[in-house]
């Protein structure tokens, strides 16, 4: 059975001090992997596209890379901005096979 | 920019009764979604619709239905809402398959007493 599992559930992160989001997971015929960020009360938001092992992409503070069993967000230097919860979604078989993980709430504190 | 409405962001239904929620997307996209958001659960999709007309079901559709008879409208149906139907419901459109970006409405919560 597919399954993803993001760790920790939540993280409290000083503004300046870097950290990273884990995204493990068990996925036959991984095609690739997204990132969303969720702000509270709202629907998720697009971050990035992951297709292959070894793949990095970065926008602002963030970089997010993929291995075969796991994907990590990094947030380099975070700001109270930054808070928010994560999610990350492996697919497989079609887009409409996404399998989302649970998310990680990060909390930025200045 | 893509907008994706729900049409209520909070609603309080009784057991039993009927519950519509509906989801509208401006930018002609192909591709809808309903997922449900439960703590430590993460996203599960309900339903899925390719295109007018066309339905796929998705992990969880016991107790929904849909409908999608223009290309822009999505709705979920709860036919006899029940306790453990009370959820935050997210609709999401893309505008194809070969594209994996999914576009959020802002999320409908439901209480069902």
């Known amino acids: 059975e597919d399954q993803v599992t993001q760790s920790p559930e939540a993280l409290r992160l000083q503004e300046g001090e870097s950290s990273s989001l884990n995204c493990s997971y068990t996925v036959s015929g991984l095609r690739g992997l997204f990132w969303y960020r969720q702000d509270p009360g709202k629907g998720p938001e697009f971050l990035f596209t992951?297709?292959?092992a070894g793949e990095e992409k970065e926008k602002e503070r963030l970089k997010a890379t993929l291995t075969k069993k796991e994907s990590f967000l990094h947030i380099t230097a975070p700001k109270p901005e930054d808070s928010a919860t994560y999610l990350c979604a492996p697919y497989s078989g079609g887009y409409n096979k996404l399998i989302f993980g649970a998310g990680t709430r990060l909390a930025v504190h200045p | 920019d893509v907008k994706v409405t729900q049409s209520s962001r909070y609603l309080v239904k009784r057991t039993g009764e009927k519950v519509f929620l509906e989801c509208v997307q401006d930018m002609d996209h192909e591709n809808m979604f309903w997922y449900r958001q439960d703590p430590g659960l993460g996203l599960r999709l309900i339903y899925f619709s390719y295109d007018v007309k066309m339905k796929e079901k998705g992990d969880i559709p016991e107790g929904y239905s849909v409908s999608r008879e223009k290309k822009e409208r999505f709705s979920l149906i709860l036919e006899s809402a029940s306790t453990n139907q009370t959820s935050m419901y997210l609709c999401?459109?893309?505008?194809?398959?070969?594209?994996?970006?999914?576009?959020f409405g802002e999320g409908s919560r439901l209480t069902v007493l």
């Open positions: 999401a459109s893309r505008r194809q398959p070969n594209t994996g970006e999914l576009f």
């Open positions: 992951l297709y292959s």
